[in-house]
């Protein structure tokens, strides 16, 4: 109701409520799912940065912001499609984030694929670690995408079911001129 807008009102549903979309409890999941792979990172790159006590990668320091920073974005956005207003305003955040976790995703895979692990690493062996790490940046890079697609669909479900509230306008009475023309009998 808020701008004159609102989402359309099933015409089976007779209690006046509006129906929601199934894409919601599938954008809340991928917001969760982000959350946890951006959590398992943080941890993995946090230790690895504890670990040196040199001069730390710069590919580590940037795998271990974006986690951080999609750790706190996904934290509160995953009560978001729940909210009767959200409406995938969201989708332009996971956009950003799925660029920047595609990034780390290659910083990743080039510094630790292969047998690069244990030869040209910063943080001397835990390829376990380190191929867990190239996993879950891999899955939060594949759940944002899912994302996108899924807070697009929403956007553009919830912008074509919405109405427009009717405008009350005074009822119309009919001229005195048009009833004595109608009720004259001659």
Request: hydrophobic content about 45%; overall charge positive; proline content about 5%.
């Amino acid at each position: 109701m808020v701008f004159g807008r609102r989402r359309a009102v099933d015409p089976a549903d007779t209690t006046g409520r509006t129906r929601r979309s199934p894409l919601r409890p599938l954008v809340s999941l991928n917001h969760f799912m982000i959350f946890i792979c951006a959590t398992i990172v943080t941890g993995i790159a946090a230790y690895f940065v504890h670990l040196e006590p040199k001069p730390h990668s710069t590919h580590i320091i940037y795998q271990l912001v974006i986690a951080v920073i999609t750790l706190i974005l996904y934290a509160i956005s995953s009560i978001l499609p729940f909210i009767n207003r959200y409406r995938g305003h969201f989708m332009p955040v996971n956009l950003i984030l799925s660029y920047l976790w595609l990034t780390s995703f290659i910083f990743a895979s080039q510094d630790w694929a292969g047998r690069r692990c244990l030869r040209f690493s910063t943080v001397a062996g835990r390829c376990g670690l380190k191929k867990t790490m190239i996993a879950f940046d891999f899955l939060a890079l594949f759940f944002l995408m899912c994302n996108v697609v899924a807070e697009g669909f929403l956007l553009r479900q919830e912008r074509a079911g919405a109405t427009v509230d009717p405008v009350h306008e005074p009822k119309h009475r009919p001229d005195t001129a048009t009833t004595a023309n109608t009720t004259n009998v001659v």
